[in-house]
């Protein structure tokens, strides 16, 4: 059974920061693109950060440029999303997501075929 599990989420103050963590199991996406969604209350899921096959490209959506940072280490299958300067806006629960078929990032949800159950970011004023 394939599963992509997150850590890390919590509750920080503004400003603060938070490591998120995913482990996939069951099979390697190695080879594949993964990558960061959220889901905020009463809001539709949106991008956050997709990172290539290799690591050696990263996408952001906007607001998340230059505060947080997407990474993959392949010989443990993980991908970590680090938030810096967190704001209250960015509470929500955090997905992690694979691809079976694509290696490049990619900020379009439809690229990913496995999801994980979320973890709760919030950050308080």
């Known amino acids: 059974q394939v599963q992509l599990v997150e850590s890390g989420g919590g509750l920080v103050q503004a400003g603060g920061s938070l490591r998120l963590s995913c482990t996939a199991s069951g099979r390697t996406f190695r080879r594949n693109a993964m990558g960061w969604f959220r889901q905020a209350p009463g809001k539709e899921r949106e991008f956050v950060a997709a990172?290539?096959?290799?690591?050696?490209?990263?996408y952001y959506a906007d607001s998340m440029k230059g505060r947080f940072t997407i990474s993959r280490d392949n010989a443990k299958d993980t991908v970590s999303l680090q938030m810096n300067g967190l704001k209250p806006e960015d509470t929500a629960v955090y997905y992690c997501a694979a691809s079976t078929t694509v290696a490049y990032a990619s900020r379009f949800p439809g690229t990913y075929d496995y999801w994980g159950q979320g973890t709760q970011v919030t950050v308080s004023s």
């Open positions: 990172i290539s096959w290799a690591g050696g490209s990263t």
